[in-house]
């Protein structure tokens, strides 16, 4: 994972050096590729690693597979200092998710909607995505309810719908609350059901890793798919606001192998894989 805070890039995954410096999990580096060596959060765990990132304010929320902080239980949920990447101790998830959470993203009321293979969260059953308040609780305004995604889910984002704003899980999922929705749905706006202007007709093939929404409103799909609604894309794609493949966007043959990540360049609109 990747987050650009201004002069600095912030890295998560499952690394232990990063450009010569002991790092684990998470670092922040100048835009030139120097270690900050002032920002050190010591991740610990059975294997930990970090696959989503997010800005909170000035802090960082981070996310994955860990059990500490700087020495303090936290279970795979987190938000830490810029300066020194230190604890910040107002999120606290209690025990957390039973598996990792893979994906995040933070609305702009400051609550945060996780995606992932956890199917309890803090002892509460939370299949594979939900919402949690700033301070880590579980946000019982949004209820996925108990039967959730069937599959991990790989990425969630919000997608303004009206008035509103709606949230977007994809991954390896074939059903959401028992319906089939083969890899992608969009929630109504309370997480109870699916979103009926959203395009229920269609498949992706494969797992769908990402998904990225551009100014206009339409999504980047990227994963491992190589069809969607039966139409030929391979491992991207982009869908128009309703869920319906933009049939203007198709790069051909593509990459050769799975895509995980995505972005749109600013200045130019370019995709970036």
Known sequence: SLLVDGASYLLGGDFTTVAGGARVALARLSTAGALDVAFNPALTGATPSVH????????????????????????????????????????????????????????????????????TFNGTTLSRFGRLANNGTIDS???????????????????????????????DFYTVNNIVVSRLARLNSTGTGLDADFNLSREANGTITGVLRQPDGRLLIIGSFTTYNGVRRNLIARLNANGTLDGNFDIGVGPAGTVNSVAVDAATGAVVL
């Open 141 to 171: 305004s949004f209820n996925p309810g108990g039967s959730g995604a069937d599959a991990p889910v790989h990425a969630v984002g919000l997608q303004p719908v009206g008035a509103g704003t709606h949230a977007v899980v994809a991954g």
């Open 52 to 119: 989503a990132l997010a800005l909170d304010g000035t802090n960082y929320v981070l996310a994955g597979s860990f059990t500490t902080v700087g020495g303090i239980g936290r279970s795979s949920l987190a938000r830490v200092l810029p300066t020194t990447g230190a604890l910040e101790p107002g999120l606290n998830p209690g025990t957390g998710p039973n598996a990792v959470i893979r994906s995040l993203v933070r609305d702009s009321s400051g609550r945060l909607l996780v995606g992932g293979d956890f199917t």
